[in-house]
């Protein structure tokens, strides 16, 4: 049974033994998501590579599983739809599918093996492999070379991120889920960084957030969004739009304070996490005063120097971006147009 969208006519999936094919486990918040490698068999996109995202049936993991795989194909649904055309930083959904034992299958096109949380870890990974050849220091050249390679990398990833969140917000959807491993790369090669296309994916816990949706009242996936939009003295339709939106752009603070750092320090030094609790618990939210401690700490120097770059451009974005008062943080668009990811700030 379709599952209700299908892209450009009718989709046949090569099954084959499907036991054949990679697979990986990922979770979505209680439900546990396999990811399969395929391809179109028949059609006019015949030979396309595809991604299949697989939610368990609600045997094995409730209705809540069946709500997020048709969250997800909604959202994607909707945004393909748009008379604009579709955004290049969104992952492209083909098509979707329920098997008889109730598992919702959505096909993706295959864009891209990793994700950014695949980026930081591999080069934070050769970052400690070079130190620990403990041979004589990199010439001062091929340093300031490498420092820049990765650089414009960093900040072409950010930048389509965050334009697919533009296409997002500017479409009333939120995100709700953006981190590291909800962006898709084409490529992790620094030196191929000028080819870079990043794609948002993970939409399972998107959020309609057009007046008349916001009028109906709250959704399973909105109603813990709306009870903190009202504990942030955000009631109106258009208060509660404008801190979802504020949301999303904290969570996408938060990626790119993930990407400053973890890709320019050595492998273990910083995580995802160890940095919320530095920025949310310990400094609460004072960005330069994070700043002023990173300094004091030679192995978070690399992060230091390049969101230095710019006169500080990458600290005060970053600050813009996790303001405590949600009406103070700027718009998708805004960042996306920084003068940070814009400007040579090399």
Known sequence: MLLGFQSGGDLEFSSGDLGQLRVQDVGEGSVKIRLYEG?????????????????????????????????????????????EGISKNL?????????KTGEQWLAFRDNGKYSAADFAKATSEKISRARSLQEKPWNPFEQAQAFKRRTYFVIRLFQGAMNGLAYMHNHERLHQSLGPASVILNTIVERDAVYLVPKLRDLAFSVDISFSSLEEGPSTFSEDLWRRASSAGAFTPMERRSFGIADDIYEAGLLFAYLAFVPFCEAGIMDGFSL????????????????????????????????????????????????????????????????FLTANVL
């Open 91 to 99: 992952l492209l959904l083909l098509g979707g599918f329920e098997t």
């Open 39 to 83: 391809r179109i068999a028949q059609g006019p996109f015949k030979g396309t590579p595809v991604i299949f995202k697989v939610y368990p049936g609600q045997r094995a993991a409730g209705i809540e599983a069946d709500m997020m795989a048709a969250n997800e194909l909604n959202a994607h649904a909707f945004l393909q739809s748009s008379s």
């Open 276 to 339: 919320q609790r530095l920025l949310e618990s310990t400094f609460k939210l004072d960005v330069m005063a994070t700043r002023e401690y990173c300094l004091a700490d030679d192995r978070l120097l690399e992060a230091v120097k390049f969101l230095d770059l710019g006169d500080a451009a990458g600290w005060k974005l970053l600050q813009a971006m996790l303001n405590p008062d949600f009406r103070k943080r700027p718009i998708a668009e805004a960042v996306a147009n920084h003068r």
